[in-house]
């Protein structure tokens, strides 16, 4: 807050508002694409299908990169607000070892502790993550919340409507440079897009999303409007950093005041675990396409979660850290990455949203509501991201006069996502030309039935018999979805050869899908109908003598055909055959066992 008032002054609350309305318009889009195609990958498979493998591959380096580097640098501060913590309940060392707040090394350290402990909590359970999250935001939104109404009642600075002018700015410079730094401290509200392939429906992940956003939303408007009345402009300036505690300081004495402390830390360790899960979740859905290592995709056979790419993303966190404390060099560069990471922000986020009006740009024919929501709103929040983004270059390019290794010197901090754009961009080289992945050359991502994810731990007795396991409702890239036979998850497509690798899976993945072939005739349909036709006279469908239930996608309820062209058709019921139309709406063919 001392920040952002330090540019603005007192339009802070007009001006986290503004902020806002880009990220709605953005939030729009990933809710929309999401529901066209639920994938864990979200923008690196939207951009990649709509805009071209390269920027869509991009698109998930960016954020994977981005959250990583977010983790290395939050551990010392977690180990710097523990130690403060600790110091107020009287311990100051451990075995002779002085517990200094501004000793980076020991702060450090515990941080490391702190995101190992969050990592664990990461892999073992999305559930399990779900309700220890509810926990730390609930006693933080109850601290914060009740010391800023205690601020907006009982604070000494006149309450003014003016706050709320978007005119009231002091120059547009300000109002610039206030945007770019406010539209960031909304990030993250995409996490509940991460795990769309846990929950039931592709609904839920964008409800989340839209509550996390306007929640974020009503936090910072309450949080401004309580420090205004309680401190002044000069107050909030000369306190960026610790605004929160010398707020607290002023409304309340100890141990009260200890309180939003102790919210800020468990807020840290929830942003840890905010960050973690999806950044794992993408990590997986590159690493299933072959545009990262095998090794990112291997998924707890108990637990149903990424937990070789969480304690990866978390390993390669530690390493960053700990070279900032041994190598300066090093820590310079992360600070300076993370003080640009605006950029990386502002180029995923843009990616995104426009990749959205780009797959659904005929709706601009469907009326002015379906294309101003689908198509012209993100568009438009897009451009202001990529805007937001030159802004930041433009500022960096400005700042400095020579190159330094110096974390405020502009020309270094501008350098620093450039290292992170080449470095990405060689990787997807070996990833194209080494590992020969088929993502390079249809944008289009594995879909979500190649690797089952699961929110809630399985029973370990009955884990052991696959066709105890829940089938999953989730849609396919290809106009059909279907479930792989009990017990013979690896062999869905009758056409396995002995001893076939990934990459020999991933080179056949070019010719029609052999598993697509076989649902359809299982569904008495033609294999050249693009999810047309009418189910036939043929046997109930079977799998290892199990009857199931195909249905065929139907038409878009936008109206707009789903991808590929995808048609109503009908349902087969393989129990008595008995055959139903398809109901408009109904985007996926079900398997479900009987």
């Given at each position: ?10 339009q802070?609350p007009?001006?986290?508002i ?12 990933y809710?929309?694409?999401n529901?066209?195609?639920p ?6 498979t ?16 960016l954020?994977l990169v ?11 501060i977690?180990?710097s607000?523990?130690l ?6 009287g ?5 002779g070892?002085?517990l ?6 020991v702060?450090?350290?515990i941080?490391?502790v702190v ?10 359970g999305?559930?399990?993550a779900?309700?220890?999250q509810?926990?730390?935001l609930?006693?933080e ?5 009740g ?5 907006i ?6 309450f003014?409507?003016a ?7 002091a ?10 730094l406010?539209v960031?401290?909304?990030w993250g509200?995409?996490?509940a897009?991460s ?6 429906t ?8 839209y509550?996390?956003l ?11 409007i ?10 909030l300036v ?10 607290a300081a ?12 102790l919210?800020?830390?468990l807020s840290?360790?929830?942003s840890?675990l ?10 997986l ?12 995709t291997?998924v707890h056979p ?9 304690g990866?993303?978390a ?29 990386l922000v502002?180029?995923?986020y ?13 709706l601009?024919r469907?009326?002015p ?6 198509v012209?709103?993100p ?5 202001v991201?990529?805007g937001?983004g030159?802004v930041?270059?433009?500022?960096y390019?400005?700042k400095?006069?020579h190159l ?10 501008l ?10 961009l060689?990787v997807?080289?070996?990833a ?7 993502y390079?050359g249809t944008g289009?991502?594995t879909?979500d ?9 399985a029973d ?5 018999d696959r066709?105890?396991?829940p089938v999953?409702?989730?849609?396919c890239g290809?106009?059909l ?5 009990p017990g013979?998850p690896?062999r ?6 002995p001893?076939e690798?990934?990459a020999a899976?991933?080179?056949?993945r070019?010719?029609p899908?052999?598993?697509l072939?076989a649902?359809?005739r299982?569904a008495?349909?033609q294999?050249?109908a693009?999810?047309?036709g ?6 109930p469908?079977?799998?290892d ?8 996608a ?5 109206g707009?055909p ?8 009908r349902?087969?019921l393989g129990r008595?055959?008995?055959?139903e ?14």
């Amino acid at each position: 807050m001392g920040l952002l008032a330090g540019v603005v002054g007192v339009q802070l609350p007009i001006l986290l508002i503004l902020a806002f309305l880009p990220m709605l318009g953005i939030a729009g889009a990933y809710a929309r694409l999401n529901r066209d195609e639920p994938n864990c990958g979200n923008g690196y498979t939207w951009v990649g299908v709509s805009l071209g493998p390269w920027l869509g591959f991009l698109t998930g380096w960016l954020l994977l990169v981005g959250v990583i580097l977010f983790l290395a640098y939050t551990c010392a501060i977690v180990g710097s607000v523990l130690l403060q913590l600790a110091a107020k309940f009287g311990l100051h060392s451990i075995g002779g070892v002085p517990l200094d707040p501004n000793a980076t090394l020991v702060c450090t350290v515990i941080g490391l502790v702190v995101l190992a402990l969050v990592a664990v909590t990461a892999a073992t359970g999305l559930a399990k993550a779900a309700r220890f999250q509810v926990v730390l935001l609930g006693f933080e939104y109850v601290t914060i919340v009740g010391f800023c109404l205690v601020g907006i009642v009982f604070g000494h600075q006149p309450f003014e409507w003016a706050w709320f002018n978007p005119f009231g700015f002091a120059s547009v410079t300000a109002l610039t440079q206030g945007l770019v730094l406010a539209v960031f401290i909304y990030w993250g509200w995409d996490a509940a897009f991460s795990v769309t392939e846990e929950t039931t429906t592709p609904g839920a992940s964008a409800r989340s999303g839209y509550l996390t956003l306007c929640t974020a939303l009503a936090l910072f408007l309450t949080g401004a409007i309580a420090f205004q009345r309680v401190l002044s402009p000069a107050e909030l300036v000369a306190h960026p950093a610790d605004a929160l505690a010398y707020f607290a300081a002023r409304l309340a004495a100890e141990p009260w005041a200890t309180l939003p402390l102790l919210a800020l830390l468990l807020s840290a360790v929830a942003s840890m675990l905010a960050a973690l899960i999806p950044t794992a979740r993408q990590a997986l859905a590159m690493g299933r396409d072959a545009t990262l290592g095998s090794v990112w995709t291997r998924v707890h056979p108990k637990y149903g979660t990424p937990a070789a790419a969480t304690g990866l993303a978390a390993l390669v966190a530690v390493l960053i850290a700990m070279l900032s404390v041994v190598i300066p060099q090093v820590g310079a560069m992360v600070l300076a990455s993370i003080n640009a990471v605006g950029i990386l922000v502002a180029l995923y986020y843009g990616l995104t949203a426009l990749a959205c009006a780009v797959r659904f740009r005929a709706l601009l024919r469907a009326g002015p509501g379906p294309a101003l929501k689908v198509v012209v709103v993100p568009a438009l929040s897009g451009l202001v991201m990529f805007g937001i983004g030159g802004v930041l270059v433009h500022s960096y390019l400005t700042k400095s006069d020579h190159l330094a290794l110096d974390p405020d010197n502009g020309y270094f901090q501008l350098l620093c996502p450039g290292v992170v754009i080449a470095l990405g961009l060689a990787v997807a080289a070996v990833a194209k030309w080494g590992r020969r992945s088929d993502y390079f050359g249809t944008g289009r991502g594995t879909d979500d039935l190649a690797i089952e994810l699961r929110a809630e731990e399985a029973d370990h007795a009955r884990s052991r018999d696959r066709r105890h396991r829940p089938v999953a409702h989730r849609p396919c890239g290809q106009g059909l979805a279907y479930e792989h036979p009990p017990g013979r998850p690896d062999r869905a497509d009758g056409e396995r050869s002995p001893g076939e690798g990934a990459a020999a899976r991933s080179r056949r993945r070019g010719r029609p899908d052999p598993r697509l072939r076989a649902a359809r005739r299982r569904a008495g349909l033609q294999h050249g109908a693009r999810g047309g036709g009418t189910a036939g006279p043929r046997s109930p469908a079977r799998h290892d003598r199990q009857p199931v239930l195909l249905v065929v996608a139907a038409d878009d309820p936008d109206g707009l055909p789903r991808d590929q062209g995808r048609r109503g058709g009908r349902v087969h019921l393989g129990r008595g055959g008995v055959r139903e139309p398809v109901r408009q709406g109904q985007q996926r063919l079900l398997a479900r066992h009987a």
